[in-house]
């Protein structure tokens, strides 16, 4: 999958973002960290949900700095999976797919099931987190 054909599936349209808006996505990436990281040892399905928000936060900034934005309100998760798979390549498969399993659990602990996240877990999520938004910041400063 490239970015036309996430473009032809009604994933991701064109967008000219501002710097001001692509460093606005990574000032909540790095705010949602730090909650995270507060709520680590109180509240394991919130201290989960916003590490994952973060994640999210940081692949919209790489969407907006690439010249895109999801196309949908519906979607717009998916999309920004999709769209950090193509960007960031193969060689980081193993994120992606964590990203993707913490999407898929975050919806379950928003919609579904309460209290099913372990302490280990929401620690795993946090860590990922943190190492996803660096990964993001040093991709955008190398362009």
């Known amino acids: ?24 996505r990574l000032n909540l990436a790095k705010r949602d960290i730090k909650t995270a990281k507060r709520l680590l040892g109180s509240d394991t399905d919130w201290a989960f949900s916003i590490a994952y928000n973060a994640v999210l936060q940081a692949a919209r900034a790489l969407m907006f700095a690439k010249g895109y934005r999801p196309a949908t309100g519906e979607g717009q998760h998916i999309a920004a ?34 209290g099913s996240v372990s302490s280990q877990e929401t620690k795993s999520a946090f860590e990922f987190a943190v190492r996803f938004v660096e990964i993001v910041e040093k991709n955008l400063s190398a362009e």
């Open 1 to 24: 999958m490239d970015l036309n054909d996430l473009q032809n599936k009604g994933f991701i349209k064109p967008f000219k973002a501002s710097t001001s808006q692509i460093r606005d």
């Open 81 to 114: 999976v999709r769209f950090a798979e193509v960007i960031l390549g193969k060689e980081l498969g193993d994120e992606i797919y964590i990203f993707d399993k913490m999407r898929s659990k975050r919806h379950r602990i928003i919609y579904d099931v309460s």
